[in-house]
């Protein structure tokens, strides 16, 4: 059964479990972690204040039941987000259109107006989403050294209180995957752990700009309007079948049959909607897994390179490294030293 919720009552949930159990680290004043409330699921929101206007949030977890939240149109500062695992999907009222984002794929939002619509979240999938939200002011200061001032390529990120923002969204390149796992696994503690942050997250505000702004090659909500209704609909239903069969997943011929398109707009629905292909979505879903599994101290990486399909440990160490910007080894020694 879905459980459905309207914005304020969900954070209202959130400010109510954690109003008398706001855990703060010991060494740095300028972080919080929100337990995620236990009637949703399980997990946390760390918030990190890095600067006035400038704040690094960090959602893990998951939910026991499927969970429907729904928002109204409301004021927006602008927000970079990189999903890093678990499927992400929001329908938008006003843009009349969806939004589905799967790890590998980050997004970015300007100021403005944000439409109201609906966010989906399914039950017992993990979601570790990373996002960072500042104010426009900021923006034109660290771009030019003026609050007011930036440059034409970075106009469409301001918007009035009258205008619905810009949002536009892209690939995770290897660069921001090897800046994410740094603001991951940061290994400093108090002042330097803050100045280490703001300069990894403003790396990536850096990369994602020269990517999704500077190049003028952004993949927007506009672009799945080649689409139908229904063609996305079978583009997410063929997304449900490649993840439940990630063991022995269909061929593109097969699997454009079985939901009912051609293979030509199978691809090119996969590349709209999800921003890969089907052969890539399957790899990145398998090389998540791999990454879960990584966390268990009693599983060798060879083992776990056969679970998620790989014959040859060179090769499942490429691909590791390519998605996630570390070695499988040295990400396992990470993982059990936090346990």
Not at 63 to 70: G, H, K, Q
Not at 85 to 90: L, M
Not at 266 to 288: A, H, I, K, Q, S
Not at 304 to 323: E, I, L, S
Request: proline share 4%; hydrophobic share 35%.
């Amino acid at each position: 059964m879905t459980i459905t919720l309207c914005g304020t009552d969900f954070h209202e949930l959130f400010e109510e479990v954690n109003q008398s159990s706001k855990i703060a680290d010991d060494f740095s004043e300028f972080e919080t972690i929100l337990k995620y409330p236990k009637r949703l699921g399980e997990g946390y929101c760390r918030v990190l204040q890095l600067r006035p206007g400038l704040d690094l949030f960090i959602f893990d977890h998951v939910v026991s039941r499927d969970l429907r939240i729904t928002s109204s149109d409301r004021e927006h500062s602008i927000e970079l987000g990189f999903v890093i695992a678990g499927q992400w999907k929001w329908n938008h009222r006003s843009w009349n259109d969806h939004t589905f984002l799967s790890p590998g794929t980050h997004f970015l939002f300007g100021s403005g107006i944000c439409p109201g619509g609906t966010s989906e979240h399914s039950a017992h999938e993990h979601r570790l989403l990373l996002t960072i939200e500042f104010e426009p002011q900021l923006l034109g200061t660290l771009v030019t050294g003026q609050p007011e001032s930036l440059p034409e390529c970075l106009e469409p990120l301001i918007g009035d209180s009258n205008q619905f923002t810009h949002f536009c969204t892209g690939t995770t390149t290897i660069a921001m995957q090897s800046v994410l796992q740094h603001i991951l696994n940061c290994p400093y503690e108090g002042l330097t752990k803050r100045m280490y942050l703001e300069g990894k997250v403003l790396e990536l505000m850096a990369l994602q700009f020269s990517q999704l702004l500077m190049d003028k090659k952004p993949r927007s909500l506009s672009d799945t309007r080649s689409l139908r209704s229904d063609e996305i609909d079978r583009i997410h239903h063929a997304r449900m079948l490649l993840g439940q069969n990630l063991d022995s997943p269909p061929s593109v011929l097969d699997l454009a049959r079985q939901v009912g398109v051609n293979r030509r707009k199978l691809n090119e629905g996969f590349r709209l909607v999800l921003g890969t292909t089907p052969f890539g979505y399957v790899r990145d879903r398998r090389l998540e897994q791999a990454r879960q599994l990584l966390s268990d101290p009693d599983i060798s990486i060879e083992q776990v390179a056969a679970r998620v399909g790989y014959a040859n440990r060179g090769n499942f160490a490429a691909a590791f490294r390519k998605k996630f910007g570390i070695n499988p080894k040295a990400f396992q020694l990470q993982r059990r030293k936090e346990i």
